[in-house]
Nanobody, 120 residues
């Protein structure tokens, strides 16, 4: 009923920038909160950044000052602007959303991920 689709990943040199996008579609009454997570193969999935419906944001210490999360409510889209990228930022980046359906039921959804590779 709800799909999250990420885009914007790719290969970039250290020091460069990328902008990830995630579009939510389907039976959506409202989106309570968004999150970006990342995962390196063989490791756990880690929180990168979150943003609430009110616009409050939180960041992992490792990305503070370099990454910015933002949302476009009317377009059901969240962004992650990533600057000053480092090789250790290489991972699959996943979008996550807490969504209220038209039945007023809250559920958490995940995208399939987009690969970000930062070369040294």
């Amino acid at each position: 009923q709800v799909q999250l689709v990420e885009s914007g990943g790719g290969l970039v040199q250290a020091g460069g920038s990328l902008r990830l996008s995630c579009l939510a579609s389907g039976s959506i009454f409202s989106i309570n909160a968004w999150g970006w997570y990342r995962q390196v193969p063989g490791q756990q999935r880690d929180l990168v950044a979150t943003i609430t419906s009110g616009g409050s944001t939180k960041y992992a210490d490792s990305v503070k000052g370099r990454f910015t999360i933002s949302r476009a409510n009317a377009q059901n889209t969240v962004y992650l602007q990533m600057n000053s990228l480092k090789p250790e930022d290489t991972a699959v980046y996943y979008c996550n959303a807490n969504i209220k359906s038209f039945a007023r039921v809250d559920n958490v959804y995940w995208g399939k991920g987009t690969l970000v590779t930062v070369s040294s």
